[in-house]
């Protein structure tokens, strides 16, 4: 899959019909009304997250119950739902850390492309067995996913809100409440304003932070920010120039400069959080004193620390209370046809969040 860019030349992915088996006894079948579009999966196009091939991407995604495998007695069909793409199986030694530690169960299925219990659901006349993306695959009309991969959400929440819920609330959101466990009396930095940092930042903002920095490279992004309720909006340069640095500041970015300037940028007995995902073998050079001499710690934080059963309703009830607009995050509406192009967006950075909607059958 891995392509040049620019992806609207390269077309690296392939809008086609695929066969979709039936659920097994753990899983469901849903209809996705909507799905965004994150860097996880431009990770995969550009081959920075290496995956089996062929593969349906999408994993940040919402859709409505249409069929329950036997062993699915918790859910209704007509039930709305919100993907996970870190199913966590609840039984291994990680799942027992409330959300520290990622499932190893569930990190093993998504590294092979399957579901939780090993198989795949997805083929195609041309091309086979077709692999699940994180155990979602969420880039398409329908999908067979685990029950451990979804969490039930009220049918009064806006579909293109619902599927941010799974990945880019959860991961930068997480970060600030379980990874850092921000409180009011915190001042809280976010270097890197795609999806998840301005996620972050929102959440910063709704838990009362006193004050919430937003850091980036491109002038836009910081605009975009100071629309998000910012308290400052400072360039990379700017922000490890503090004064009075932050205790918490989350990294968003996903590059080694990105988690350097993260890292020089907190206060004394602070706490750095990379949710970032960089290339494999990218390096960061760090001054390893502060560690010590400033009390500080470095968290490293895969999908906010999060267990998406207890964190969702969190998050839902939190934009339900009017303190959390997430519809903020929405940068556009697209079709499936536009997926390549929307590659090109994210690549850019000229975009937060753009939505994949899927009208009604």
């Known amino acids: 899959m891995e392509a040049p860019a620019p992806y609207a ?7 086609e019909e695929l066969e979709l088996g039936e659920p097994g006894p753990t899983e469901l079948r849903v ?3 909507a799905a965004g579009v994150c860097h996880s999966d431009l990770s995969v196009v550009n081959g920075n997250r290496p995956r089996p091939l062929p593969m349906l991407l999408g994993h940040e995604a919402t859709g409505v119950v249409e069929v329950l495998g036997p062993e699915v007695t918790d859910l209704e069909v007509g039930q709305h739902v919100v993907m996970a793409f870190l199913p966590r199986c609840g039984r291994c030694a990680a799942c027992r850390t409330e959300g520290l530690l990622p499932c190893t169960v569930g990190s093993r299925a998504n590294a092979e492309g399957t579901l939780m219990e090993g198989a795949r659901r997805l083929s195609s006349p041309t091309r086979g067995t077709v692999h699940h993306h994180l155990g979602v695959s969420g880039f398409a009309t329908h999908a067979v996913v685990d029950r451990r991969s979804v969490v039930p959400v009220g049918a009064d929440v806006p579909a293109p809100v619902a599927a941010v819920l799974g ?9 600030v409440i379980n990874a850092a466990r921000a409180t009011p009396d915190d001042a809280v930095a976010v270097v890197g304003l795609g999806g998840v940092g301005l996620a972050a930042l929102l959440v910063a903002k709704a838990v009362g932070c006193r004050r919430v920095i937003a850091v980036d490279a491109l002038p836009e992004k910081l605009g975009i920010a100071q629309d998000f309720g910012a308290d400052e909006t400072l360039t990379p340069d700017e922000v490890v120039q503090l004064k009075e640095k932050p205790r918490v500041v989350i990294e ?3 590059h080694p400069r990105a988690f350097e300037t993260a890292f020089n940028a907190t206060g004394v007995g602070g706490v750095t959080v990379t949710v970032g995902l960089p290339a494999p073998g990218a390096m960061s050079e760090i001054e390893p004193l502060k560690l010590t001499a400033e009390a500080r710690q470095v968290i490293g934080s895969y999908l906010g620390s999060a267990v998406p059963a207890v964190d969702i309703p969190k998050y839902e009830q939190m934009w339900r209370d009017g303190v959390l607009p997430l519809e903020k995050l929405i940068t556009s509406h697209i079709r499936l046809e536009q ?16 939505v994949i909607e899927f009208p009604e059958a």
């Open 167 to 175: 990945c880019a609330v959860l991961t930068g959101g997480g970060a």
């Open 339 to 354: 997926i390549n192009e929307a590659m090109d967006e994210l690549d850019a950075g000229r975009t937060v969040r753009q």
């Open 9 to 15: 030349e390269s077309r690296p992915l392939a809008v």
């Open 252 to 254: 968003a970015a996903g």
């Open 31 to 33: 209809r996705i009304t």
